[in-house]
C-alpha cells in the first residue's frame, strides 16, 4: 500500500523552531522545510504574521514572536539583532544608549535600539521595536563583551569602548548633557589604562571631549592615561561643540579643547 508523504506546516514548522530554542529564519528555509513553492510559502507566512505568530524585521527574515511579547509585535531588539546580522554577514555591536543600558548607565530607556555598523543602513521597525543603524570606521578594532538575551549572546560596546563612542557621538545621544550625565554613571566601571586604549580607535578629538567630560563629572581619576594620549597625539585644538562657534570660548589646556558651551549634567 502506497503511504502519502506527509506535509509539515507552516505552524508546526514555527512551533518546532521554537521547541528547539530558535526563534528566527530565513524565508528560504520556511520553503525548503514546508516543501512548497515560494508563492505558497510567502502566503503561509503572511497568515502567520497577521495572526501575530511571526514577524518580519527585513526581508526574507522573520522572528518567531512567543505569547509574551504579542503586545510588543515583534521580539525585542536585542532578541533578534545578533541573528539577523548573521544572516547579512555583518560585523556589529550594540552602542551608545544601547549599550549604556547594558553597563547599567542609562540615564532613561532608550527609545531604540542603536546598533554599530561598518555603513550605514536604513532603520528597521518591527511592531513597537524600532533599531537605528550607526556607521563606524575601524569597528573590528573596537573592544566588545557578550551580554545574555533570552535569545542568545549579542556582542555589546565594552565601558570603555562605549564612554569613546559616546564622546564622538553625542548627536546620537541626546547632546552632550545626557552623554554627561551617562559618562558619570559609567566611570565607575571604565579601566583607565583600557579608555586610553579604546580612544586610540577612534579620531583624536573624540578623546580630547571625552577627557573633559569624564573630569567635569568628577571622575577625573579615570583619565590619566587619555592625558598622556591626548598631550602626545592631539596636534590641535578642537570644539567641545562643533556645530557651535567658537566665539569667545574658554580654552582647556589639559584637553586642547575650546569649551564653547555649557554641559549640565543630571548628576
Excluded at 187 to 209: G, V
Excluded at 220 to 248: C, I, Q
Excluded at 252 to 264: C, G, H
Aim: hydrophobic share 40%; aromatic share 8%; proline share 6%.
Amino acid at each position: 500500500m502506497k503511504v502519502e508523504a506527509s506535509h509539515v506546516s507552516a505552524k508546526e514548522y514555527i512551533t518546532g523552531l521554537a521547541a528547539s530554542g530558535r526563534y528566527h529564519f530565513t524565508s528560504a528555509e520556511a520553503r525548503s522545510a514546508l516543501s512548497v513553492s515560494a508563492a505558497a510559502a510567502k502566503l503561509a507566512l503572511n497568515r502567520l504574521s497577521k495572526q501575530g505568530a511571526i514577524a518580519s524585521p527585513a526581508r526574507g527574515f522573520y522572528v518567531i514572536i512567543p505569547p509574551e511579547y504579542r503586545s510588543l509585535g515583534c521580539l525585542p531588539a536585542d532578541q533578534f539583532v545578533p541573528g539577523l546580522m548573521e544572516r547579512l554577514g555583518l560585523s556589529y555591536y550594540a552602542c551608545l544608549l544601547s549599550a549604556a543600558q547594558y553597563h547599567g548607565a542609562a540615564h532613561h530607556r532608550p527609545q531604540e535600539f542603536q546598533v554599530m555598523v561598518p555603513k550605514s543602513r536604513r532603520p528597521i521597525q518591527c511592531g513597537a521595536a524600532r533599531v537605528v543603524f550607526v556607521a563606524r570606521k575601524r569597528l573590528e578594532d573596537v573592544s566588545v563583551q557578550e551580554f545574555n538575551t533570552p535569545r542568545g549572546p549579542i556582542r555589546v560596546s565594552t565601558p570603555e569602548a562605549t564612554a569613546v563612542d559616546l564622546a564622538g557621538y553625542t548627536h546620537r545621544a541626546g547632546g552632550l548633557g545626557q552623554v554627561a550625565t551617562i559618562l558619570a554613571e559609567l566611570a565607575e566601571k571604565i579601566d583607565p589604562n583600557k579608555l586610553a586604549a579604546a580612544a586610540k580607535t577612534a579620531p583624536i578629538p573624540w578623546a580630547q571631549r571625552l577627557g573633559y567630560l569624564l573630569a567635569r563629572v568628577g571622575a577625573g581619576e579615570k583619565t590619566t592615561p587619555l592625558k598622556a594620549y591626548v598631550r602626545s597625539h592631539a596636534r590641535d585644538s578642537t570644539m567641545l561643540l562643533n556645530s557651535a562657534r567658537r566665539g569667545r570660548a574658554r580654552r582647556d589646556p589639559d584637553w586642547k579643547l575650546y569649551v564653547n558651551t555649557r554641559v549640565q549634567a543630571e548628576l
